[in-house]
């Protein structure tokens, strides 16, 4: 499985992003798909994530209420929309695709796009 994330850039506060990945390869047996941050320094955090099948999603508290994730039509797409962006925001943002549940041990990773939020 191949991940490919576009969408990343430098916004102001209050402003609003959507990131996007598209997964390739042997996509039918994926269970979950989602997104992770990354700031140097710290440990790669959860950021939201949703169930292929079910469409059940998870929200890290730092951004419930802002963020969004969804599916495409085929299942092979993720998005994350990002509103009410605060500097704290601001990290390398990581697609993640797993056969089970999305986690830091997932084995598919995209390569990560910059997210910058200034005050």
């Known amino acids: 499985v191949h991940l490919v994330e576009s969408g990343g850039g430098s916004v102001q506060a209050g402003r609003s992003l959507r990131l996007s990945c598209v997964a390739s390869?042997?996509?039918?047996?994926?269970?979950?798909m989602g997104w992770f941050r990354q700031v140097p320094g710290k440990e790669r955090e959860t950021v939201a994530y949703?169930?292929?099948?079910?469409?059940?999603?998870y929200y890290a508290d730092s951004v419930k209420g802002r963020f969004t994730i969804s599916l495409g039509n085929l299942k092979t797409t993720v998005h994350l929309q990002m509103d009410s962006m605060k500097p704290d925001d601001s990290a390398v943002y990581y697609c993640v695709a797993d056969r089970n549940t999305c986690n830091s041990g997932s084995p598919y990773w995209g390569q990560g796009t910059q997210v910058t939020v200034s005050a």
């Open positions: 949703i169930y292929t099948h079910s469409k059940s999603t």
């Open positions: 390869g042997y996509t039918g047996s994926l269970n979950c």
